[in-house]
């Protein structure tokens, strides 16, 4: 499942997806720095947008929250659940990776970058306990069916106040992408270059 994930926008580009909305993004913690990360991994800090009485806002969270196991709980299973009294979050996120069995030759897993089509990023729906957030799956759209049983909830970024809000019912914002909607991108082990 999805336990990593790459941040590489700026901060002005989610800003602006909330221009369209009665309430700004608010940041309580002040502006915080998204450097572009590669990877953001369990227990990492990143930044997420909560709902507030006041409106959107922006604060850094640690990704994954104990489970009673002691485990660390970073995805969520989405299916015959509500979640309208929940702490709903929205994950800025511009991929995620999942993995699968080593290349020939390798002892590291297999790992494959899926992208948004047509979009530089997108949300991912997540809910927060314990002072920590948590990614949504379903089950798994066409596009990542080959690589993996279940899937992180992708949000398109006009579609982030419907999960925030829940301006739409649940069933259609947890689910799957049509076909199509993600590009993959083997990135271990890199592809070998062609020769001319």
């Not at 970073?74 to 995620?96: I, M, N, Q």
């Not at 019912?169 to 909607?181: C, F, I, T, V």
Request: net charge negative; hydrophobic share 40%; glycine share 8%.
């Amino acid at each position: 499942m999805c336990s990593q994930f790459q941040v590489k926008l700026p901060l002005h580009i989610v800003e602006a997806s909330f221009s369209h909305t009665r309430f700004p993004l608010r940041f309580p913690a002040g502006r915080p720095n998204i450097e572009p990360r590669e990877d953001v991994t369990i227990g990492d800090p990143a930044a997420v947008v909560l709902a507030s009485e006041e409106g959107p806002e922006m604060v850094t969270l640690p990704f994954a929250w104990k489970g009673p196991n002691g485990r660390p709980v970073f995805d969520f299973r989405s299916e015959g659940r509500r979640f309208g009294s929940s702490r709903r979050c929205l994950v800025p996120a511009s991929g995620f990776f999942e993995f699968t069995d080593p290349q020939p030759g390798q002892r590291r897993k297999t790992r494959w970058l899926f992208n948004l089509e047509g979009e530089t990023w997108f949300w991912m729906a997540g809910i927060v306990r314990d002072g920590a957030f948590a990614l949504l799956t379903t089950s798994p759209g066409e596009d990542i069916a080959p690589y993996h049983d279940r899937q992180v909830v992708v949000l398109p970024p006009h579609a982030g106040t419907d999960w925030l809000d829940l301006t739409r019912p649940e069933d259609e914002l947890l689910r799957p992408l049509a076909a199509g909607s993600l590009t993959v991108e083997r990135v271990f082990p890199p592809k070998e270059p062609t020769l001319l």
